[in-house]
């Protein structure tokens, strides 16, 4: 009986993990307005990807941006997103890959003004003015993009970065829990 009740856990928690392992941009990457971002992914759980979006904030209350890409085929494993060079200047930026509840997320990365300057050293509010999204394509295989962006085959590294964060390297709880849950119900079933 408690096996089950361990087995029944480590399912649950194994049915809430992203949709899409990231693994770039990872913590503290820089990029400039009006350059490219190169976004990569590994081990995705979906087909297609309904969004990616740009959000700001800090990692607790991410705010909505601007849209970056609708309907990406995931097994694409990558995506080149050209960032307008209206883009606000920030450290506080993350992407956001999904619609609720299956989300995944990048760690936070600067965002440098297009004439290379970096952000004032604390930006501590979300700003999400004068952008527009862009629209769907209908296409379930190729991302639409209000910057021109591209997707291409296959991606390197492994590794994962389980929500945005702030902190350095810090694993979220959310996360460490469910390894733990998992680990656990291994233990129990030897």
């Known amino acids: 009986m408690f096996k089950s009740i361990l087995v029944a856990i480590a399912t649950a928690a194994l049915a809430t993990a992203q949709i899409i392992s990231v693994t770039s941009p990872l913590d503290n990457n820089v990029y400039t307005a009006g350059g490219q971002a190169l976004i990569t992914w590994v081990n995705p759980t979906v087909d297609v990807i309904p969004q990616i979006q740009l959000s700001k904030g800090p990692s607790t209350a991410l705010q909505p941006v601007m849209s970056v890409a609708t309907n990406v085929n995931a097994k694409d494993?990558?995506?080149?997103?050209?960032?307008?060079?209206?883009?606000?200047?920030?450290?506080?930026?993350?992407?956001?890959?999904?619609i609720s509840p299956d989300l995944a997320y990048t760690g936070q990365f600067t965002i440098k003004a297009a004439d290379g300057t970096a952000p004032p050293a604390s930006s501590g509010s979300a700003a999400s003015s004068g952008s527009t999204p862009a629209a769907s394509s209908g296409s379930s295989s190729k991302p639409?993009?209000?910057?021109?962006?591209?997707s291409s085959a296959a991606a390197s590294s492994a590794a994962a970065s389980s929500q945005p964060s702030n902190a350095g390297g810090k694993?979220?709880?959310?996360?460490?829990?469910?390894?733990?849950?998992?680990?656990?119900?291994?233990?129990a079933l030897m």
């Open 77 to 98: 494993m990558q995506l080149t997103w050209n960032i307008p060079a209206t883009v606000a200047p920030g450290s506080d930026y993350a992407f956001v890959f999904g």
């Open 144 to 150: 639409s993009n209000s910057a021109a962006g591209s």
């Open 171 to 187: 694993v979220a709880p959310v996360a460490v829990s469910a390894v733990a849950v998992v680990g656990a119900a291994a233990i």
